[in-house]
Nanobody
Framework: QVQLVESGGGLVQAGGSLRLSCAAS????????MAWFRQAPGKEREFVLG??????RYADSVKGRFTISRDNAKNTMYLQMNSLKPEDTAVYYC?????????????????WGQGTQVTVSS
């Protein structure tokens, strides 16, 4: 069983930056596929970016602005968000799965955090 806890959300002005963290329990963190999803009000949860072994993938909407990284020694994944836009406003969730590969659909992930709110004001 893996438990995920996000932190780092908040309110920021357009053009600003935030860094989200996702702390994971479990001794096999380094082998897990990890991803960030987000859900804006009235919209479906969508894939933002993720990493699985030698694969990293970004949604087109965040390419060049968001970066994913992970510190396996700390069992923590990070989402660095720069040049934030009002349309980035959403609840951000980290997700994990034991299998290799980077699907962009929710049901492929086994573990989820509780989410952290990111609000970007114009």
């Amino acid at each position: 069983q893996v438990q995920l806890v996000e932190s780092g959300g908040g309110l920021v002005q357009a053009g600003g930056s935030l860094r989200l963290s996702c702390a994971a329990s479990g001794r096999t963190f380094r082998s897990y596929t990890m991803a960030w999803f987000r859900q804006a009000p009235g919209k479906e949860r969508e894939f933002v970016l993720g990493t699985s072994s030698d694969i990293t993938r970004y949604a087109d909407s965040v390419k060049g602005r968001f970066t994913i990284s992970r510190d396996n020694a700390k069992n923590t994944m990070y989402l660095q968000m720069n040049s934030l836009k009002p349309e980035d406003t959403a609840v951000y969730y980290c997700a994990a799965r034991a299998l290799y590969g980077l699907p962009e659909v929710q049901h492929a992930y086994d573990y989820w955090g509780q989410g952290t709110q990111v609000t970007v004001s114009s």
